[in-house]
């Protein structure tokens, strides 16, 4: 018989989070219908992917775990089973799911990264965080006045869109790299992101340094710039400059005169090694620099997270709350203007200062995330699943990777299919004498194959090395919508991203931000302190 898995309620979490122990308080749902409501920190974390997360994000084996779901548990409960197999031991079940949670008088909030964004609201209420509109800074522009632009979202995001003459400078560079943009102190330095959050963060990280220059925020971001008519570059590709030693180390004083205000703490290597073993406490190690930084030269076992985002997404990668953060950096600027900010999120936070110890930044490449092994499953290759497809009902393909990766290309005529809604996408697509599940690598469809075979009455087989083996042996993929089995629900459509967004929807998210810290009131659990 299966073991019963114990059931939190309300009282349970709100008290871990007011105590600061570490609680993983985890939405196993989607994307999109996490987005629409939950509890302020929980983290989405959903089922059909929760192998691939697991162990990357939860690397104590003995955390305490609570799975959450709409409201009957049975995702829920789900989870709970897959992370038992996992290795988990400490897992329970929210008992009546998001639906629970405001029975009992949590607060619910809408959007993703809601911890971050409501704390920049609450530093801009508090710190009265200085500001430009669009218009104004449009014609400060437009009049050649001496100003810089600097964007503080990642790369890819500025080269989407951005505002006209902006450079791009991540938010953690901020510190180290204006003084070299803007080396005459009367040179007004405008910060700017795609909403609010990034935009607060970045201005105010200049002014906690004590930037000589004044500075500000573009208010409401490329958002605000959109509503007010005003057109936007596509494609740039400027980029922060490069800083010699001198300025970098003052950048580095600065930085860390604003973590010791803080309460960021120091660590020695020699912690560091002590916490990479350590039983009982969940530790992250991020290294903080731009990613190109970070595949030249690296720490080991510290992943790759650009401090700026770090802030903006600290659920994402750090779905423990309660836990320690460790952050490396060669430069020291970046760790500990990141670092601050999460001390004043409430997080215990470590900078590896031990620069006589520490060994060199030589592990290269991308970060690689810690995975379970795959199970075994019945192979095809490339080849064979070519010819099958010629002929009509010898085959039906579901892909079971992310419905943005579905979008840009997948195998012809491949079904995009959500793993977590697997039941409901078998009965969209039609019957076919052989299954085959791919994705972008086979791994998520391996771990997927033994249910879905469960499910069905003919044969179940996993496309060797999955969508990138396909393209390796020189078969073509097709974009576009192509054949939906499950709503694409993965991922929630930002009104901040892209090009195409809706007035309405856009105002709508500007709206929301404004209530964010009369709900952090209500909430109650966050600890946030502004400096």
């Not at 995702?75 to 639906?99: H, I, P, S, T």
Request: charged share 20%.
């Amino acid at each position: 018989m299966t073991a019963e898995i114990r059931r939190a309620d309300y009282a349970e979490v709100r008290a871990a989070l007011l105590d600061r122990r570490e609680i993983a308080l985890l939405d196993v749902r989607e994307e999109d219908p996490h987005a629409q409501s939950h509890p302020l920190f929980a983290a989405n974390f959903p089922l059909g992917r929760l192998e691939l997360n697991a162990w990357a994000t939860l690397p104590r084996r003995d955390v305490p775990i609570v799975t959450l779901d709409e409201g009957d548990e049975r995702a829920a409960e789900a989870a709970a089973r897959k992370l038992r197999e996992l290795g988990y031991r400490d897992v329970a079940v929210f008992r009546g799911g998001v639906a629970g949670w405001a029975a009992a008088g949590g607060e619910l909030f809408r959007d993703v990264n809601v911890p971050s964004k409501a704390f920049g609201e609450l530093v801009e209420a508090r710190r009265h965080t200085p500001s430009f509109s669009a218009e104004e800074v449009q014609a400060l522009l437009a009049a050649n006045a001496d100003v810089v632009v600097v964007d503080v979202r990642r790369f890819d995001e500025y080269q989407t869109m951005n505002i006209p003459g902006s450079t791009s400078v991540p938010g953690a560079e901020l510190v180290l790299r204006v003084p070299a943009l803007a080396p005459d102190p009367n040179t007004q330095v405008i910060v700017n992101c795609a909403g609010r959050t990034r935009s607060i963060i970045g201005t105010q990280s200049l002014i906690n340094a004590g930037l000589p220059n004044p500075v500000a925020a573009l208010r409401n971001g490329t958002i605000g710039w959109t509503l007010a008519g005003q057109t936007l570059q596509h494609g740039q590709n400027r980029r922060f400059p490069a800083v010699d030693r001198e300025q970098a180390q003052k950048a580095a004083a600065a930085a860390r005169r604003v973590a010791d205000l803080a309460g960021v703490k120091r660590a020695a290597w020699t912690d560091v090694l002590a916490w990479q073993e350590q039983q009982g406490r969940t530790t992250y190690f991020f290294d903080v620099r731009d990613p190109a930084e970070y595949e030249a030269g690296h720490l080991p076992d510290f992943r790759s997270v650009a401090g700026g985002q770090l802030v903006q997404e600290t659920e994402m990668v750090a779905p423990v709350r309660g836990a320690r953060i460790v952050l490396a950096d060669d430069l020291g600027a970046r760790a500990d203007m990141t670092a601050s900010w999460l001390a004043q999120m409430n997080w215990e936070v470590f900078v590896l200062d031990d620069a006589a110890n520490t060994p060199a930044f030589a592990e290269t490449g991308p970060w690689q995330p810690l995975l379970p092994p795959t199970p075994t499953a019945p192979l095809i290759a490339p080849a064979e699943l070519a010819a099958l497809l010629e002929r009509p009902g010898a085959v039906a393909v579901l892909d079971l990777t992310l419905h943005a990766h579905y979008l840009r290309g997948h195998i012809p005529g491949a079904w995009y299919a959500l793993r977590s809604r697997i039941g409901e996408a078998l009965a969209q697509i039609p019957r076919a004498r052989r299954y085959v599940l791919t994705c972008a690598s086979s791994r998520l469809a391996l771990h997927a194959h033994a249910e879905i075979q469960a499910q069905v009455d003919t044969p179940v087989v996993v496309l060797d090395g999955g969508n990138a083996a396909w393209q390796a042996a020189g078969l073509a993929l097709e974009g576009g919508p192509g054949r939906l089995a499950s709503p694409p629900i993965d991922r929630y459509r930002r009104p901040y991203e892209g090009t195409d967004n809706a007035r309405e929807a856009m105002q709508a998210y500007l709206d929301w931000e404004f209530g964010l810290v009369e709900q952090l009131g209500r909430d109650g659990t966050h600890g946030f302190r502004v400096l």
